[in-house]
């Protein structure tokens, strides 16, 4: 079963920079498109940030010119580099995994089928807080 572990959450300051990762487990990384989404409590998930096998990224047009979505296949690792953070960076950040995706747009993939827990994975989430 392919698990998730995020890394990276914390307290950043207004402007500052901030590193977000995700290590995958149990499967062929780079078959796999990852994708950062975030939330607010109270608010639904959004995609911000992915990444598809061939390393195409694709980002929610609010945040294409501060957040970067990377990929390491060799440590089976996806980043997720904030900078000059904003009030509205402050919440959750969760890592997901899509084994052979159709395609990653606007921040999310789309796998043309439904969840299946024994090939797609979704991490437990790192918390970014920002101060002003």
């Known amino acids: 079963q392919v698990q998730l572990e995020e890394s990276g959450g914390g307290s950043v300051q207004a402007g500052g920079s901030v590193r977000l990762s995700c290590v995958l487990s149990g499967g062929t990384y780079s078959r796999y498109c990852m994708a950062w989404f975030r939330q607010d409590p109270g608010s639904q998930r959004e995609g911000v940030a992915a990444?598809?096998?061939?390393?195409?990224?694709s980002y929610l047009g609010t945040v294409k010119d501060r957040y970067t979505i990377s990929r390491d296949n060799t440590k089976r690792t996806v980043y997720l580099d904030i900078n000059n953070a904003q009030p509205e960076d402050d919440a959750f950040y969760y890592c997901?995994?899509?084994?052979?995706?159709?395609?990653?747009?606007?921040?999310?993939?789309?796998?043309?089928?439904?969840?299946?827990?024994?090939?797609?994975?979704w991490g437990q989430g790192t918390r970014v807080r920002v101060s002003s």
């Open positions: 990444i598809d096998t061939d390393g195409v990224t």
């Open positions: 997901a995994a899509d084994y052979e995706c159709i395609f990653c747009r606007e921040g999310y993939c789309r796998r043309g089928r439904n969840f299946d827990p024994a090939l797609d994975a």
